[in-house]
Structure formats: C-alpha cells, structure tokens
C-alpha cells in the first residue's frame, strides 16, 4: 500500500480506500454484521486506513456497521470519513437538513452510530450553493472542532463542475473535496482539479470504477434490478456506456493487468488526487482493489506522496 497527505491536513491516507454506501442497501445487497467485519479485517491487512461513509447510507446504517466494527478494533488504526446534510427515508429517497441546529444533531446521530468521541473528516454532502453559503452553519462546525468532535472539515460536491464550493474551501477551513472522477468522468480536471492544487486540498475520487462498470464484469447486454442504483430506464444509454467500457478495456487496459484495478490506478495518475474509494461487496474485492497500489501507474513521486508510515 501507498500512503498520500490529504491536503493540507494532518492526515496521511491509503492510496485506495473503502467507500460504504452499498453497506446502506441500495446496491441491490444487504450487510450482515459479519460480512462487514470480514471486509474491514481484510481491508486493515492490505493497508487500507480510510473509510467513507455517510448519514444518508440508509438511515444511518452503514455508519452502524462500521461502528460495531470499530467498537472491537483500535479506533485509531483508522481515518473514518463521513457526511451530513441529508435524513434517508427509503431507497433513493432522501430529505435536505441543512441547518446548523440540524447539522449538529445529524453529527451527534453520527458520532452514536459509529461509536466513536470523533469523526477525522466530516464532509457537507452534494449541497447547493445556498446551503453551501449559510455562514451560521460553518461556524457552527468550527466550534465543533474546536471541540474535538470532527479532526477536519471537507465538502463532497455534488456536480463535478461546482467551482463555488472548492474555491471557499479553505475560506470555510475545509480541507479536502471529495468528487465524482473516473475514466467515464473526466469533468473535475478541468477546474476543480485546479483549484484544489492551487489551495492544497486532498482530494477524495469517489465512483472510481463508475459504479462499477470499470469492474470489468459488466458486459454489453448486461442488465440491472430496479433496486440497483445503476438501474436505468434509458436502456440506449446503458447499452452506449457498456460498449464504451468495453473500447476501453480493448484499447487502454494492458492485456493481463485486472480492469478494476488498472481504473483506480488510472485515477490515482493525477497529481490532485490523494485516494479513491471504491466501494466493495466482498473481502475478494477489497484485496482485488489494493493491489492497484501496486501498478507502475501509481507513482512514488506524486507529491503528496508520504514514504514512512
């Protein structure tokens, strides 16, 4: 494993993370407690430090899952990431809560599931600029971490493209942006890429296998469940993304190098980028995920690159 500075904070993370949202049941899945467990053990082995997660994936019941996890490991062994602004209701079916006296309950809600006195970055989630701009709800954070309840702030933006809220990061004392990038979505290179440089923030790729169609098990013809979130109705687009996955893997992937992780690595490439967080089923994957770490793409030199660990 690989370890990276995330921005301008004080912590140093895996090159490849853990993203959580299917641990809330919307990816056609529910967890056991024992199938989490076996997939965090796995990922701590291989080197793995993050974890993402968010209020919203299900009604606070991945972070319950990785609580219970973390209640029986070391606490510190891990950075957990997680998110606020939204209430789940049912599947893709969510509320907005973005007040600071709302904020604030949604953190304590987060800091009880997971089991823990603190949260390492909690993250404004795929907000609008409006809710973005509420200066009560910023201040309201910063005394929470002056509090010791959130080690850092970040801001998970919701469009990929969403300039507003990276270039106030640092005005809000946000230390990273987590956002949409993969080799289907190029859009953050062109501007937030940019502005996270130039502010020194880390940068969170989440979707880096694109929902998972950079897997390299999905091929053209493949279907999906209504309770799938990859389901869709315009079946003409989804038949254009798989044969466009598959030029991909015929013209890009070198010939014995996993697709999946030749796609992280892919991400890993740019010099923005801290970790990617690609969610994950089973311990197969977790340990199929890791070993992008280990490709030639992933270069020693990037600069937030930390060599002792």
């Known amino acids: 494993m690989k370890y990276r500075k995330l921005g301008i904070t004080d912590l140093n993370v895996s090159v490849v993370g853990v993203g959580t949202w299917q641990f809330g049941g919307e990816w056609g899945k529910d967890f056991k407690q024992e199938e989490v467990n076996l997939i965090l053990d796995k990922a701590n082995e291989v080197g793995i430090n993050i974890i993402d997660t968010a209020e919203c994936y299900g009604d606070h019941l991945s972070e319950e899952l990785i609580g219970r996890y973390l209640q029986q490991t070391h606490r510190e062994d891990w950075i957990v990431a997680t998110k606020f602004g939204h209430q789940f209701h049912d599947h893709l079916n969510r509320t907005n809560h973005w007040s600071a006296e709302e904020v604030q309950q949604q953190l304590e809600d987060s800091l009880k599931a997971l089991r823990t006195d603190y949260i390492d970055l909690y993250q404004f989630h795929s907000g609008d600029d409006e809710a973005f701009d509420d200066d009560e709800l910023w201040t309201m954070l910063d005394k929470q971490v002056q509090a010791g309840k959130i080690r850092h702030l970040g801001i998970s933006i919701g469009s990929n493209d969403n300039l507003h809220q990276t270039e106030r990061a640092t005005e809000v004392n946000a230390g990273a942006i987590q956002v949409v990038y993969n080799r289907l979505d190029r859009v953050p290179e062109k501007r937030v890429f940019p502005s996270c440089e130039k502010q020194n923030l880390g940068v969170l790729a989440r979707v880096p296998l694109a929902s998972g169609f950079l897997s390299g098990k999905y091929k053209p013809g493949a279907t999906f469940t209504e309770n799938d979130v990859r389901y869709s109705h315009d079946q003409q687009k989804l ?71």
């Open 239 to 309: 038949r254009e993304q798989l044969q466009l996955v598959e030029n991909i893997k015929q013209q890009e992937v070198p010939e014995g190098v996993d697709m999946a992780q030749w796609a992280l690595a892919w991400c890993l490439q740019h010099p923005a980028v801290s970790t990617v967080i690609p969610g994950c089923k089973n311990v197969e994957q977790v340990e199929r995920n890791a070993k992008a770490a280990e490709l030639d793409m992933v270069k020693d030199n990037h600069p937030h690159a930390v060599t002792n660990i």
